[in-house]
């Protein structure tokens, strides 16, 4: 059973920055495509960031130039670095499997709260 865990979220001012990460157990981590979705309260989950097995990577056009995804495969591991950090990117981040299905469990996401 494979198992995401996200970490580093808090509280940041607008413009700040945050660099969060998602550890993934169980799995050949490597093979997949992975991405960043985030919830904000009364919103639909909305993919931000992802990135294939092969390097590809891809961004919302909310935070294209903004937030750099990248991933460690010989640490199981996957980051989000957001810089000039917005209110609306307020949100609980979750990480997951991109463009395969069905999706692993989901984690408990990281709480990324931006405001003054």
């Known amino acids: 059973q494979v198992q995401l865990v996200e970490s580093g979220g808090g509280l940041v001012q607008p413009g700040g920055s945050l660099r969060l990460s998602c550890a993934a157990s169980?799995?050949?981590?490597?093979?997949?495509?992975m991405g960043w979705d985030r919830q904000a309260p009364g919103k639909q989950r909305e993919l931000v960031a992802s990135?294939?097995?092969?390097?590809?990577?891809k961004y919302a056009d909310s935070v294209k130039g903004r937030f750099t995804i990248s991933r460690d495969n010989a640490k199981n591991t996957m980051y989000l670095q957001m810089n000039s950090l917005k209110p609306e990117d307020t949100a609980v981040y979750y990480c997951n499997l991109f463009l395969t299905t069905p999706r692993w469990p989901w984690g408990q996401g990281t709480q990324v709260t931006v405001s003054s």
């Open positions: 169980g799995s050949i981590f490597s093979i997949y495509g």
């Open positions: 990135i294939t097995s092969g390097g590809s990577i």
